[in-house]
């Protein structure tokens, strides 16, 4: 009866140290608890570069007209300014001026590249006929031309004299003389010497027609 007992104590011990020891294929809980924690942190590092980029697009989308306008204000512009503000090509700078002088040197210049006489003109110049009781009129306009540079001041000056010397010449010729050839050479060199006479110097040389009717 007394061994019974004894051998169930030392049964008892043999099998405390056995349940004692760790079970060393049981996982650890502290393991098990933080690998979660670990593996849920990858996911919160691989998602930072993601964001990185979305600020970058983002700012690449609002500094992207910022950029435009500061490049076409300090470059683009300038350039343009400085594209108007050139001057045009030489020889067109040139040729606005020569042609005024041009033109004054043509107007200036008659055949042969010499310069155009002085002029004076008598315009509408209205007279009866000799001879015709007031039927018959000649109408008339005409170039006076001569040396002197002043000419166009002194009959000008003298218009009112030279006018009726004009009409006393005129009104003379009957409508005989206008028929005859070479009429109006004839009475180119009778306004000549009229003019001469009444100035009281050679300063007309030439008469000129411009209008000459006979009705």
């Known amino acids: 009866m007394s061994a019974k007992p004894e051998a169930k104590e030392a049964a008892l011990e043999k099998a405390a140290p056995e349940k004692a020891a760790p079970d060393k294929g049981a996982p650890d809980k502290g393991a098990s608890d933080k690998a979660p924690a670990e593996k849920g942190a990858a996911p919160e590092k691989a998602a ?25 204000q300090f470059v683009l512009l300038p350039k343009l300014e400085k594209k108007l ?7 067109a700078a040139a040729a606005e001026p020569e042609a005024p002088a041009a033109e004054a040197s043509a107007k200036a210049e008659g055949k042969g590249g010499k310069a155009a006489p002085p002029t004076f003109e008598f315009s509408n110049v209205v007279v009866n006929l000799s001879g015709t009781m007031g039927t018959r009129y000649l109408k008339t306009s005409f170039i006076v031309t001569g040396p002197e540079a002043g000419l166009p001041a002194l009959f000008e000056g003298k218009k009112a004299q030279l006018t009726d010397v004009t009409l006393n010449v005129l009104s003379a010729l009957t409508l005989a003389d206008l028929e005859e050839p070479g009429s109006k050479n004839v009475l180119r060199e009778k306004l000549v010497g009229a003019y001469n006479e009444a100035l009281g110097r050679k300063v007309v040389d030439q008469v000129y027609f411009s209008d000459f009717v006979v009705q």
């Open 48 to 72: 930072a570069p993601g964001k990185l980029g979305l600020f970058a697009a983002i700012g690449a989308v609002v500094l992207a007209p910022v950029l435009s306008l500061g490049v076409a």
């Open 85 to 91: 503000a050139l001057p045009a090509a030489p020889g």
